[in-house]
């Protein structure tokens, strides 16, 4: 396998089309901007830095991709000969093989341009561009080959006769180049056109009239050289991401009852045997065990799932939940949270910056927040952490195989000790010791014969 000396990533266009106040690159398809897909392809192929052309919003993308790339900058985009000009510094100096890419082609493989690389260096050639066969070629600029099935040249679509039109092999705006003899005609690159701007395509007509040999290669996936330009074009591409992502985890014994409607983004990782019903969303670095059930309706957000848990409905953002636990319907886990094995948690229970113990049950209309809940614990329905004093948060701490009754309130900072029981109804501002009952609430007082007295005083008043 042939590795490029140096990827350049065009990223500096305005995406007018995209009617938007950020950068085109910077939209998202499944979860991740589109230049972080692009980066994530370059850095697969090449073992330097790849070189990211910016422009509109620079600032936007620096921010985003940080150190993990090389920036040129264009300040006028004058068109793509011209950004790979601004980037040329990086690589003028180095020999080799440099790869030009779109930063809109999100769904472009790593595999797809090594092969179009180890085509140029099997082929001895010094520019190879790539191809797809489109059914709808209509707007990109046709393919001719010669007699030896090399290129000819590339007719954009105003300048196509008849048929040439009928021509569905377009150029796709990925360019595998022997940087030299590149250069050498790069330097002879104009902008004498209607629009005034340097075309890379152009580059490949020179390297020809010099005497280099420039090559096709086709994808064999026209899905993956489409471009971004429309918000139309992203969903598409969402879509078809969406798809790629789905299948590989089906091949892997996950089982999507719906994968039309599941949301799984690319870094998720899923067990084995596990079943996700549609309306599911997973996001981040959320990892899945074997052999769970995800009921329809949930989103979980860089967190990790036990195996044989089941959640339905709910909520989950990152934290991290055992082993045979049960979550939801209607459950709200917030950051921070770690619960046990074989655990309940029910529904409209909010979770937060708490850990749960194994095998204790939580089952109903319960806050548990900034708290530590033992083994073994039962919290009734209507339980609620009072943990917030108007200042500053404080812990609860409840000790294993503890009985908390319906509607108690711990008032923090508070202990619970192992086995003691709470009568419901109360609410809590001590320590409770080590297998004792807690009361604390108001006593009742029955009033025998209240209510006809009230009756009797009411009616007198509306003959009045």
Same mark, same amino acid.
């Given at each position: 396998?042939?590795?490029?000396?140096?990827?350049?990533?065009?990223?500096?266009?305005?995406?007018?089309?995209?009617?938007?106040?950020?950068?085109?690159?910077?939209?998202?398809?499944?979860?991740?901007?589109?230049?972080?897909?692009?980066?994530?392809?370059?850095?697969?192929?090449?073992?330097?830095?790849? !070189?990211? %052309?910016? @422009?509109?919003?620079?600032?936007?993308?620096?921010?985003? $991709?940080? *150190?993990?790339?090389? +920036? /040129? =900058?264009?300040?006028?985009?004058?068109?793509?000969?011209?950004?790979?000009?601004?980037?040329?510094?990086?690589?003028?100096?180095?020999?080799?093989?440099? !790869?030009? %890419?779109? @930063?809109?082609?999100?769904?472009?493989?790593?595999?797809? $341009?090594? *092969?179009?690389?180890? +085509? /140029? =260096?099997?082929?001895?050639?010094?520019?190879?561009?790539?191809?797809?066969?489109?059914?709808?070629?209509?707007?990109?600029?046709?393919?001719?080959?010669?007699?030896?099935?090399?290129?000819?040249?590339?007719?954009?679509?105003?300048?196509?006769?008849?048929?040439?039109?009928?021509?569905?092999?377009?150029?796709?705006?990925?360019?595998?180049?022997?940087?030299?003899?590149?250069?050498?005609?790069?330097?002879?690159?104009?902008?004498?056109?209607?629009?005034?701007?340097?075309?890379?395509?152009?580059?490949?007509?020179?390297?020809?009239?010099?005497?280099?040999?420039?090559?096709?290669?086709?994808?064999?996936?026209?899905?993956?050289?489409?471009?971004?330009?429309?918000?139309?074009?992203?969903?598409?591409?969402?879509?078809?991401?969406?798809?790629?992502?789905?299948?590989?985890?089906?091949?892997?014994?996950?089982?999507?009852?719906?994968?039309?409607?599941?949301?799984?983004?690319?870094?998720?990782?899923?067990?084995?045997?596990?079943?996700?019903?549609?309306?599911?969303?997973?996001?981040?670095?959320?990892?899945?065990?074997?052999?769970?059930?995800?009921?329809?309706?949930?989103?979980?957000?860089?967190?990790?799932?036990?195996?044989?848990?089941?959640?339905?409905?709910?909520?989950?953002?990152?934290?991290?939940?055992?082993?045979?636990?049960?979550?939801?319907?209607?459950?709200?886990?917030?950051?921070?949270?770690?619960?046990?094995?074989?655990?309940?948690?029910?529904?409209?229970?909010?979770?937060?910056?708490?850990?749960?113990?194994?095998?204790?049950?939580?089952?109903?209309?319960?806050?548990?927040?900034?708290?530590?809940?033992?083994?073994?614990?039962?919290?009734?329905?209507?339980?609620?952490?009072?943990?917030?004093?108007?200042?500053?948060?404080?812990?609860?701490?409840?000790?294993?195989?503890?009985?908390?009754?319906?509607?108690?309130?711990?008032?923090?900072?508070?202990?619970?000790?192992?086995?003691?029981?709470?009568?419901?109804?109360?609410?809590?501002?001590?320590?409770?010791?080590?297998?004792?009952?807690?009361?604390?609430?108001?006593?009742?007082?029955?009033?025998?014969?209240?209510?006809?007295?009230?009756?009797?005083?009411?009616?007198?008043?509306?003959?009045?």
């Amino acid at each position: 396998m042939s590795k490029c000396a140096v990827v350049v990533i065009l990223a500096a266009g305005e995406g007018t089309r995209m009617k938007s106040k950020k950068p085109k690159v910077m939209h998202k398809v499944c979860g991740y901007p589109i230049i972080e897909y692009v980066v994530r392809t370059a850095a697969e192929i090449s073992e330097s830095l790849p !070189v990211t %052309v910016v @422009g509109h919003k620079a600032e936007e993308i620096r921010q985003y $991709l940080g *150190q993990r790339v090389r +920036y /040129a =900058y264009q300040s006028q985009q004058l068109g793509t000969g011209h950004a790979v000009m601004i980037a040329q510094p990086f690589f003028e100096k180095i020999d080799g093989y440099a !790869v030009v %890419v779109a @930063g809109d082609t999100p769904l472009i493989r790593s595999c797809t $341009l090594q *092969q179009m690389i180890n +085509y /140029a =260096y099997e082929g001895r050639y010094d520019a190879v561009t790539l191809s797809a066969v489109l059914d709808d070629p209509t707007g990109y600029g046709r393919i001719i080959r010669n007699e030896a099935g090399d290129l000819e040249r590339v007719v954009e679509q105003k300048d196509a006769t008849e048929e040439q039109r009928r021509i569905k092999e377009v150029n796709v705006s990925a360019y595998c180049f022997n940087i030299q003899p590149f250069l050498s005609s790069l330097a002879k690159l104009d902008n004498n056109n209607a629009q005034g701007e340097y075309y890379l395509t152009d580059v490949l007509h020179i390297m020809k009239e010099q005497g280099n040999k420039v090559g096709v290669f086709t994808a064999g996936d026209p899905d993956e050289v489409l471009g971004i330009n429309t918000r139309v074009h992203l969903a598409e591409a969402e879509q078809k991401m969406r798809q790629r992502i789905n299948r590989r985890h089906m091949e892997e014994g996950v089982t999507l009852i719906d994968p039309n409607n599941t949301y799984i983004e690319p870094d998720v990782v899923i067990g084995c045997d596990t079943i996700i019903y549609p309306g599911n969303v997973l996001e981040g670095k959320t990892i899945i065990g074997e052999e769970c059930i995800l009921y329809p309706n949930s989103r979980m957000v860089n967190s990790v799932i036990g195996d044989r848990t089941q959640v339905q409905a709910s909520v989950i953002l990152d934290s991290e939940i055992g082993k045979e636990t049960t979550v939801g319907p209607y459950a709200y886990i917030r950051p921070g949270s770690n619960i046990g094995d074989r655990v309940r948690i029910g529904d409209f229970v909010e979770i937060k910056n708490a850990s749960i113990g194994d095998c204790s049950k939580i089952s109903h209309l319960t806050y548990v927040g900034d708290g530590s809940v033992g083994k073994d614990v039962n919290l009734g329905c209507g339980v609620v952490f009072v943990n917030y004093d108007g200042v500053r948060k404080h812990r609860i701490v409840v000790e294993d195989k503890a009985f908390i009754g319906c509607n108690v309130n711990l008032v923090a900072p508070v202990t619970v000790r192992e086995g003691a029981y709470i009568a419901a109804g109360s609410t809590i501002t001590e320590e409770v010791p080590k297998d004792s009952l807690a009361i604390a609430r108001a006593r009742q007082e029955n009033k025998e014969g209240w209510v006809e007295k009230w009756r009797m005083k009411k009616k007198g008043e509306g003959d009045r």
